[in-house]
């Protein structure tokens, strides 16, 4: 059975994972990009997950996305067929959006500046068209230099009052990789308003989710269904309203939760501890979901109630980091 959830907001998706694969493959041809086929339905396999996976696997798919979408062409028409989708399929009228510019430049080829502006303008589109508010997140990446990570954050500055709404990091986990640098970087771009969210406790634990907000403090977290292994955590979760990002296929998808049975203690060991949570796809195309069918699954095997939806809704609108309702 299929509900009515009324208009939703979706605070989590990556562009790389978002876009029809049938535009896909009109952007690739149209860039002249070598595929590894020339047969459609391969290359529908190509970029979308299998029913298990790895979180490895999973990220694996993005090298395709990323280089198909590498030119302000190819990222105009990306955003602004996620953001008119996401309105017309599933009544989405808060939407954020989340990229790493620089895996979109060929490596240094193309300029960040037009990455980023090519975005705003597919997000302005859709606005234009749909009665939808639309804003970018910014990606850092774990695999990034210092140097590389306080690029972005420039930009993420620059572009903070065109339609740059808040800050990310993701990217593969590298046990290199030092949190820590990222704490001047994070309250310079929290300064001239940006949101902060940070990809933690998916494939890292609760030790991470821990270090994450004592040192950067984040509005939200992405994913972040390891923090139950914490007790003292979800208190400071709580504490400090900090909101956890869940995208169930996904994690399902990747194994980082193994089946309902654990998303029913997840979500059992929130609503107890009264840490605040929104759901979301991740990327909706390539795992081949909705956030419809997100809002469904969740009911359909009895893991969440329509009640506790309609709190996860509201809390996605209040916690949006797009301030101007005018738009």
């Not at 395709?64 to 955003?79: F, G, N």
């Amino acid at each position: 059975m299929k509900n009515d959830f009324g208009p939703l907001s979706e605070l989590h998706v990556h562009i790389g994972s978002s876009v029809d694969p049938a535009i896909m493959w009109e952007i690739a041809h149209d860039q002249a990009i070598k595929l590894p086929t020339k047969n459609y339905w391969d290359f529908l396999s190509l970029i979308t997950a299998p029913e298990k996976t790895t979180y490895q696997k999973y990220l694996d798919l993005f090298t395709w996305t990323e280089l198909i979408q590498s030119s302000p062409e190819a990222i105009d028409k990306s955003v602004y067929s996620i953001a008119s989708g996401a309105y017309r399929r599933n009544n989405i009228t808060t939407l954020e959006i989340r990229f790493n510019p620089m895996k979109r430049n060929r490596g240094g080829e193309r300029d960040l500046d037009h990455i980023i502006l090519a975005a705003i303008h597919g997000m302005e589109r859709a606005m234009l068209a749909y009665p939808i508010r639309v804003g970018i997140i910014i990606c850092f990446d774990r695999t990034f230099s210092a140097r590389l990570n306080t690029i972005l954050a420039q930009k993420a500055i620059k572009y903070s009052k065109r339609g740059v709404v808040g800050i990310d990091l993701a990217g593969p986990i590298d046990k290199t990789f030092d949190m820590a640098t990222l704490v001047d970087t994070v309250n310079n771009c929290r300064k001239v308003g940006l949101g902060v969210t940070i990809h933690t406790g998916e494939a890292t634990g609760a030790d991470e989710v821990k270090r994450v907000v004592e040192l950067l403090s984040p509005d939200r977290i992405g994913h972040g269904v390891k923090s139950v292994e914490d007790k003292n955590l979800l208190k400071l979760l709580k504490e400090r309203k900090i909101v956890l990002e869940i995208c169930p296929s996904s994690n399902l998808h990747t194994g980082v939760v193994p089946n309902w049975d654990k998303f029913r203690h997840i979500f059992a060991v929130l609503k107890k501890q009264e840490v605040l949570f929104t759901i979301n796809t991740d990327g909706p195309e390539m795992l081949l979901t909705n956030l419809k069918n997100e809002y469904n699954l969740l009911l359909n095997n009895k893991v969440l109630n329509k009640a506790d939806l309609d709190k996860a809704t509201a809390v996605a609108r209040q916690s949006s980091f797009i301030k101007n309702e005018s738009t």
